[in-house]
């Protein structure tokens, strides 16, 4: 049976943060999967090509602004949301300029449900 539900990805090494995002957005309809660290996310939304990245900024082996970089390269880039205690509000203009092009930022701790908006915000539901 073919899904129509929309795909994410969620790049975290932490696994209760990790857990949490995937059951809160199963929950919420979509389809998601994860990755522990970035080298193996960016292969995986590669083959998986998700509708959006969820990916956290400190991460074994690739960072998430690596991570992001990368995959805004691809001929289709898809919507990535980078989430982190390190950045504050003013980084996101900042870090959409100099080149990581993320769509969005969330700066832990956040709430699922502002995590919701902003995924609706940019894919729908």
Known sequence: METTAKKILVIEDDPVGRIAIRDYLTAHG???????????GVTMAKALSPDLVLCDVLLPLKS??????????????KPVVLMSAILRGE???RYGREGVHADSYLV?????????TRIRHLIGA
Do not use: I, N
């Open 30 to 40: 979509y389809e998601v999967h994860t990755s522990t660290d970035g080298a193996s």
């Open 64 to 77: 998430g602004f690596e991570v992001c970089f990368e995959l805004k390269r691809e001929p289709e880039p």
């Open 91 to 93: 980084d996101e203009q």
């Open 108 to 116: 832990k701790p956040f709430s699922l449900g502002a995590m919701l």
